[in-house]
T-cell receptor
Framework: GAGVSQSPSNKVTEKGKDVELRCDPI?????LYWYRQSLGQGLEFLIY????????KSGLPSDRFSAERTGGSVSTLTIQRTQQEDSAVYLC?????????????FGNGTRLTVT | SQKIEQNSEALNIQEGKTATLTCNYT??????LQWYRQDPGRGPVFLLL?????KEKRKERLKVTFDTTLKQSLFHITASQPADSATYLC???????????FGKGNQVVVIP
């Protein structure tokens, strides 16, 4: 079946512009995560959605970052007024609802370059 | 502070030998630990999960151990093959809320 799909795969933007990154999770997975991976760094947690519960936003690095999940499925990560330090690969992952310690299924990420 | 440490140096190993990677953590009490594989330009792919009450887990040529006293997990690839060349990430459950913290990964290069 289809895995986690992310778009675009690459995005180049000018400093100060807003960008939107999209994630289509695996059908039936109600948990959705966004992580960021910078060159030579580990995966940095950004935000976590689980069903209809309030999202865990504790990893968002600044108020320029926001995310939403519509209809419990597709998610969009928005970065406003992008800065060069926002350049990274943004990874989305999903997992089944209510399955404690379930593995995460990752997409291949969006590589964001801020010039 | 909380840390997850993996060796930053790439592990170069001859085909057929066993590769062993280490994941050390501090100031966490994870209920479980996971290992993922990541290839260049791709997202991580889940390999194995081991719970705190399990000492060892195996899957084909892979073996994982988990020592909660030492706060360490070892990841072994036996009879390594060039196709095993990748970066391997360990990930810990944070406080039982299904949120994973990842190490920076350890690259393995299997030499034919």
């Amino acid at each position: 079946g289809a895995g986690v799909s992310q778009s675009p795969s690459n995005k180049v933007t000018e400093k100060g512009k807003d960008v939107e990154l999209r994630c289509d999770p695996i059908s039936g997975h109600t948990a959705l995560y966004w992580y960021r991976q910078s060159l030579g760094q580990g995966l940095e947690f950004l935000i976590y959605f689980q069903g209809n519960s309030a999202p865990d936003k504790s990893g968002l690095p600044s108020d320029r970052f926001s995310a939403e999940r519509t209809g419990g499925s597709v998610s969009t990560l928005t970065i406003q007024r992008t800065q060069q330090e926002d350049s990274a690969v943004y990874l989305c992952a999903s997992s089944p609802q209510g399955v404690y310690n379930s593995p995460l299924h990752f997409g291949n990420g969006t590589r964001l370059t801020v010039t | 502070s909380q840390k997850i440490e993996q060796n930053s140096e790439a592990l170069n190993i001859q085909e057929g030998k066993t590769a062993t990677l280490t994941c050390n953590y501090t100031n966490y009490s994870p209920a479980y630990l996971q290992w993922y594989r990541q290839d260049p330009g791709r997202g991580p792919v889940f390999l194995l999960l081991i719970r705190e009450n399990e000492k060892e887990k195996r899957k084909e040529r892979l073996k994982v151990t988990f020592d909660t006293t030492l706060k360490q997990s070892l990841f072994h690839i036996t009879a390594s093959q060039p196709a095993d060349s990748a970066t391997y990430l360990c990930a810990l459950d944070i406080n039982g809320n299904n949120r994973l913290a990842f190490g920076k990964g350890n690259q393995v290069v299997v030499i034919p």
